[in-house]
């Protein structure tokens, strides 16, 4: 399984930007695609974005033309841009991986997960 730790969140007025970062690790040696989760208080888990090996990508409508999802294959990496952000947007964020050998009928179907990290954006 892969190993999955986040970094960036932090606490950010609405406007403002923050940029999260993932980075992967393990036995495994082909992750075919990365992606980001988040659980807003009181919600359920919501799929914000994620990216296949090849550059596919999808977006949620809610954060269409606001995020950026990139991804680095050689370091194993996933990266979350976040601009304009709206207190709508705190949650906590969870970097997702799937490994080649996993069988994904839709974007939604990631076998591992981080263990999250905090956004809060403020009004």
């Known amino acids: 399984q892969v190993q999955l730790v986040e970094s960036g969140g932090g606490l950010v007025q609405a406007g403002g930007s923050l940029r999260l970062s993932c980075a992967a690790s393990g036995d495994t040696i082909c992750i075919s695609a990365m992606g980001w989760y988040r659980q807003a208080p009181g919600k359920g888990r919501e799929l914000v974005t994620a990216?296949?090996?090849?550059?596919?990508?999808y977006y949620a409508d809610s954060v269409k033309g606001r995020f950026t999802i990139s991804r680095d294959n050689a370091k194993k990496q996933v990266y979350l841009q976040m601009n304009s952000l709206k207190p709508e947007d705190t949650a906590v964020y969870y970097c997702?991986?799937?490994?080649?050998?996993?069988?994904?009928?839709?974007?939604?179907?990631?076998?591992?997960w981080g263990q999250g990290t905090q956004v809060t954006v403020s009004s």
């Open positions: 990216i296949t090996s090849g550059g596919s990508t």
């Open positions: 997702n991986a799937r490994e080649c050998s996993e069988v994904a009928t839709s974007w939604l179907d990631f076998g591992s």
